[in-house]
């Protein structure tokens, strides 16, 4: 999809961390943690938007662990849905608290668990090396893979269209 008016109604992101938002890539600490990667320019276009007065939810199938929810606090991103398997019962409840209406709502999705929620959203969009439902299912999808820069393209999409894509 290269027309960017779809983009321009969008006041909602719903971003799943696992293959999105961290690199797919995971190591398992000496003490049985989790360490994710993730990229400093998905960092600055998160701490962007939510400056500017976007919602951002941010879904995970895994738990979410003191150090990741600091630092995902600190961004400004306080609707964090962890341990959630199903996502569209979090996407419905999130959609359902807000009062939204789905057309304005941006899902960037990367595998299995993202499939219907990202149905249900105004505008589905996941990384290139989304799992295959996913880019089947993905009205956008972004050049940039999970946890290396996919989140900065789509957030600073809506951002630049809004006039929001600038600091200061």
């Given at each position: ?20 938002l961290a ?11 989790m ?7 998905d960092e600055?276009?998160?701490r962007?938007?939510v400056?500017s ?5 941010v ?8 150090g ?5 606090r ?16 979090a996407y419905e ?7 939204m209406?789905?057309e304005?709502?941006?899902y960037?999705?990367?595998?299995l ?11 589905p969009a996941?990384?290139?090396d ?7 299912a993905a009205h ?7 946890g ?14 809004h006039?929001?894509w600038?600091?200061g």
């Amino acid at each position: 999809m290269n027309n960017l008016e779809a983009f321009r109604h969008i006041h909602t992101f719903m971003i799943d961390l696992d293959h999105v938002l961290a690199s797919p890539l995971f190591r398992i600490e000496a003490d049985g943690h989790m360490s994710w990667q993730f990229s400093r320019k998905d960092e600055f276009a998160l701490r962007l938007a939510v400056q500017s007065g976007y919602n951002i939810a941010v879904l995970s199938g895994e738990e979410l662990s003191p150090g990741l929810e600091e630092w995902l606090r600190s961004l400004g991103l306080n609707d964090l849905f962890f341990e959630t398997i199903d996502r569209l019962d979090a996407y419905e409840e999130y959609v359902e608290s807000r009062k939204m209406d789905s057309e304005g709502i941006l899902y960037l999705g990367g595998e299995l668990p993202d499939l219907e929620p990202m149905m249900k959203a105004g505008l589905p969009a996941c990384p290139v090396d989304a799992g295959p439902e996913i880019l089947g299912a993905a009205h956008y999808i972004s050049p940039f893979k999970g946890g290396n820069g996919c989140v900065r393209d789509v957030l600073s999409k809506v951002l630049k269209l809004h006039h929001n894509w600038s600091v200061g």
